[in-house]
Nanobody, 126 residues
Framework: QVRLVESGGGLVQAGGSLKLSCAAS????????LGWFRQAPGKEREFVAA????????SYADSVKGRVTISRDNAKKTLSLHMNNLQPEDEAIYFCAARSSDYGVDNAYQSGYEYWGLGTQVTVSS
């Protein structure tokens, strides 16, 4: 069982930056593809970014491409999301997620996540 805990959310002005972190415990970490998702009030949860187990492959939603960077530190069992030029439409609860262990294929996946954190709130003031 993998436990994921997000941190780093908060209030930021439009155009500002935030770094979200996700700490993992229990189970394995370095062999799992990881991702970030977000959910705004009244909307469905949506994909933001993903990273393969090795960190060599990444994938981003079109809405954040160029403004967001996902990274991981397998030694520290942490996942990060650096967000720049934040806009009001980025306001949401951000969740980190982990897929099942998979050394077979080094992909960054936009779906199929098994474990989820409770989320961290990002608020953007205009």
């Amino acid at each position: 069982q993998v436990r994921l805990v997000e941190s780093g959310g908060g209030l930021v002005q439009a155009g500002g930056s935030l770094k979200l972190s996700c700490a993992a415990s229990g189970g394995t970490f370095s062999d799992r593809p990881l991702g970030w998702f977000r959910q705004a009030p009244g909307k469905e949860r949506e994909f933001v970014a993903a990273i393969s187990w090795s960190g060599d492959r990444t994938s981003y939603a079109d809405s954040v491409k160029g403004r967001v960077t996902i990274s991981r530190d397998n030694a520290k069992k942490t996942l990060s999301l650096h967000m720049n030029n934040l806009q009001p439409e980025d306001e949401a609860i951000y969740f980190c997620a982990a897929r099942s262990s998979d050394y077979g294929v080094d992909n960054a996946y936009q779906s199929g996540y098994e474990y989820w954190g409770l989320g961290t709130q990002v608020t953007v003031s205009s």
